[in-house]
């Protein structure tokens, strides 16, 4: 039926489930990847600039765009950014908020992947989540993700049928 009824404005994708299993997490472990990120990077918690500057650029825009403004964010959302020179060029967040714990979103600037940014920036949020009482939910977009949840201490559960829908234009 979304096939039929949207047709060029749906497109059939395959998504990776990824096992909620609170308890999982081994802290050493995830501790020891906040402080292996590589020289000339750190990690902070997203603040009111960084939102800022994770919404004007758009590989980051999703770590924080759900939420309407800073204020929504700072109270319901969560998030680490990986910083160069001040700047976010990776991070982990919570794309959304549910009552027992969070959807995480991670992304890099292309020029930053294959560093270990994005390691560290999501064993550092698992850290948080646990710390606050929250659960750190995992969907995978792609299996490049299910690795990394899988070297966080997830566990691949199944893939299932999505769609992406686009807006259709007006005119």
Not at 25 to 52: N, T
Not at 130 to 148: C, E, F, I, K
Request: aromatic share 12%; charged share 30%.
């Amino acid at each position: 039926m979304i096939e039929t009824g949207l047709g060029d404005h749906a497109r059939r994708i395959v998504r990776y489930a990824i096992k909620k299993e609170p308890g999982i997490f081994d802290r050493k472990r995830l501790e020891q990847a906040v402080l292996a990120v590589g020289d000339g990077f750190e990690l902070s918690l997203i603040d009111r600039r960084l939102y800022e500057a994770c919404l004007a650029e758009g590989w980051s825009r999703d770590l924080v765009s759900q939420f309407v403004e800073y204020e929504s964010f700072r109270r319901l959302g969560l998030g680490v950014a990986a910083l160069r020179d001040g700047k976010p060029v990776s991070g982990a967040s919570s794309y959304s908020r549910y009552r027992e714990g969070i959807e995480i979103e991670i992304d890099t600037k292309p020029e930053y992947r294959r560093k270990g940014l994005a390691y560290a920036c999501g064993a550092k949020l698992i850290l948080e989540c646990m710390d606050r009482g929250l659960y750190p939910s995992w969907d995978a977009q792609n299996p490049a993700s299910v690795a990394l949840a899988e070297k966080l201490g997830y566990h691949f559960d199944r893939e299932y049928t999505a769609y992406e829908v686009f807006c259709r234009e007006e005119g």
